[in-house]
């Protein structure tokens, strides 16, 4: 079955967690509002110092040494973190970075599970997901509780997926996942065509003489969406319920000069000698040849078939006994009767030499031998006029 899909170019996905361990910075200045608040205090007050007419310069605060308390004062506020940037804006900032972890979990299974997505696989998300061990005002340092509010955590059943900052800003973010999962449908699995090539046929003759039969299937494949949107339908493997049957074509491949009645087209089916012939004898009209050993006991040994073709009958037939009748095309069959054993069956495909069965007593008989016929359009003939002879 034929999906649909759009084409998608995939974006190169983000790990779902990136641990980056930058060198220590003094101050992460526009992420913390409370620092930046401490320091214009601290600036303002050295401009009244300063300001104040009625100081002797010589008590005022140096710049140097007003320098050595902005700073002191910066580092006092400042204490050794886990920050959190999705998307590059800054959430909060963790004293462990499991807790970040797992928050970023929790987070990622109430996002798949909003999703009209069965049997899933695994997921990721597609934003940037950043975490950074740093120094960190302490009023941007949360625990897991808090974290989880930020990533619109409500509980464990509600999420609204609203970012927020620990600064009180919202996070312009949209959370995207890409999502894998796993699906299976039954298929159809199409049978083969197999030829015989015959040389009773002119070039350009086709006829199906056993028609094909398609197989059933179980296909698996791997399913990609983005968020709700499925990108891609991967396949991956199929388990055969039902085998198929091969279509079977008999094909010509005999020149335009030449015809069937022109050429030696079958082989001896069994390398003894004729006892009888085709045509009248004693015993009534004899509709084929009979072949036996040239000394010795012949029951057991294999017949082999005259020609390529397709068996069309291969039982017990009351005169014949157990017999096979091959068809080669251009109403031209053969028939090998009076077996102990066969060695085919309906519908084989047979090549030239190929093992029918064994020479038996079974049927009308007074001895093992091979009786061996032709047929040309349903006719009786005599075989030797389409036996090679040497």
Not at 224 to 236: D, G, M, R, S
Not at 321 to 348: N, P, Q
Request: aromatic share 8%.
């Amino acid at each position: 079955m034929k999906l649909d899909l759009k084409q998608v170019n995939l974006p190169k996905l983000k790990r779902k967690i990136v641990s980056k361990i930058p060198k220590l910075k003094l101050l992460n200045s526009n992420k913390n509002v409370i620092i930046t608040v401490l320091v214009f205090s601290i600036l303002l007050s050295g401009i009244f110092i300063f300001s104040n007419p009625s100081k002797d310069t010589s008590s005022l605060i140096s710049a140097e040494s007003s320098n050595e308390v902005l700073e002191a004062a910066i580092t006092e506020n400042l204490v050794t973190a886990y920050g959190l940037y999705i998307d590059g804006a800054f959430i909060a900032a963790t004293n462990h970075k499991a807790d970040i972890s797992a928050s970023l979990d929790t987070l990622l299974n109430g996002k798949v599970s909003s999703l009209s997505v069965s049997d899933v696989t695994s997921a990721q998300f597609m934003n940037e997901i950043k975490i950074e061990n740093g120094q960190y005002a302490s009023e941007s340092v949360v625990d897991i509780a808090s974290l989880k509010k930020l990533l619109g955590i409500e509980d464990e059943y509600t999420y609204t997926f609203n970012l927020k900052s620990v600064t009180g800003e919202e996070v312009n973010c949209d959370l995207s996942v890409v999502v894998y999962a796993k699906t299976s449908e039954e298929v159809e699995i199409a049978y083969e065509t197999d030829y015989i090539d015959t040389d009773l046929k002119k070039s350009g003759y086709e006829k199906v003489v056993c028609t094909g039969s398609t197989g059933t299937g179980i296909a698996y494949y791997e399913l990609v969406y983005i968020n709700e949107e499925l990108v891609q339908k991967n396949f991956i493997s199929k388990d055969t319920v039902v085998q198929p049957e091969p279509e079977v074509v008999e094909r010509g491949v005999l020149s335009a000069e030449k015809t069937v009645n022109s050429i030696g087209v079958l082989t001896f089916p069994y390398p003894g000698r004729i006892s009888s012939y085709f045509g009248s004898r004693s015993l009534g009209y004899h509709e084929g040849i009979d072949i036996i050993a040239y000394s010795g006991n012949c029951y057991g040994d294999d017949v082999y078939a005259a020609a390529d073709g397709v068996v069309t009958f291969a039982g017990t037939n009351a005169g014949y006994g157990t017999v096979v009748f091959i068809d080669h095309g251009e109403g031209l069959v053969t028939g090998y009767a009076h077996l102990s054993s066969m060695s085919m069956k309906e519908g084989d495909i047979v090549k030239t030499g190929d093992v029918v069965g064994q020479i038996g007593t079974t049927g009308r008989v007074t001895g093992p031998h091979l009786h061996f016929e032709v047929q040309l359009n349903e006719v009786k003939v005599d075989p030797m006029l389409f036996l090679k002879v040497d």
